[in-house]
């Protein structure tokens, strides 16, 4: 079985640019999560979603930072007008269940913005 | 809201040399807590979990840790250092909160184990 896969795994853009981080979690799995690990930091929560609902955004850092989740399966970040502060790994993560159930993390969007 | 502190962001050891690193945290209520380690340019790895049952937990690769509400502490150990530990980990918190328990993780900063020879 598949882990959590996302796409691309580096992408460089220009201050100012949009971009689109895609996920695709683990098949069957209800809940994902996304979170941003700035360098030498630890992951920080971004947003979740249980199946297409997005039940918790109150990690977004501005109103810049969007995801969806249309049919309960492949989720994307989407980052509007990129500024150097939004540099950082982008993390996936799903779960099997709505709750007591354990985080499958992907490898992770390495974005770098210039 | 709750938090996490480790203390220590570069822990070096010998190879076969206890591993210990540390975590406190803080909670207004009964926390879950998590370690997790992260290899280069991968993404986290589960090692182990406490939620409420035996204090004492042990997880994978042999490391283990204990739950001491007392200190507010949850420190990662493992009696025998390998090689292959050397990685970043993370000490992570979340409370029992409906349906986000377990995955609206808040993460320490990380420490950074290096294993020597």
């Known amino acids: 079985g598949a882990g959590v896969s996302q796409s691309p795994r580096y992408k460089v853009a220009k201050r100012g640019q949009d971009v689109a981080l895609r996920c695709d979690p683990i098949?069957?799995?209800?809940?994902l999560f996304w979170y941003q690990q700035a360098l030498g930091q630890g992951p920080e929560f971004l947003t979740y979603?249980?199946?297409?609902?997005?039940?918790?955004k109150s990690g977004l850092p501005s109103d810049r930072f969007f995801a969806e989740r249309p049919e309960g399966s492949v989720s994307t970040l989407k980052i509007q007008r990129t500024q150097q502060e939004d540099s950082a790994v982008y993390l996936c993560a799903s779960s099997l269940r709505e709750s007591n159930s354990p985080l499958h993390f992907g490898n992770g969007t390495r974005l770098t913005v210039t | 809201a709750q938090s996490v502190t480790q203390l220590g962001s570069h822990v070096s050891v010998s190879e076969g040399a206890l591993v210990l690193l540390r975590c406190n945290y803080s909670s207004s209520v009964p926390p879950y807590l998590f370690w997790y380690v992260q290899y280069p340019n991968q993404g986290l790895q589960l090692l182990l979990k406490?939620?409420?049952?035996?204090?004492l937990v042990k997880g994978i690769n042999g490391f283990e840790a204990e739950f001491k509400k007392s200190e507010t502490s949850f420190h990662l150990t493992k009696p025998s250092a390998h090689m292959s530990d050397a990685a970043e980990y993370f000490c992570a918190v979340t409370i029992n909160a409906g349906g986000t328990s377990y995955g609206k993780l808040t993460f320490g900063q990380g420490t950074i184990l290096t294993v020597h020879p």
């Open positions: 979603f249980q199946n297409e609902a997005q039940l918790d």
């Open positions: 406490y939620t409420s049952a035996a204090t």
């Open positions: 098949s069957g799995h209800v809940s």
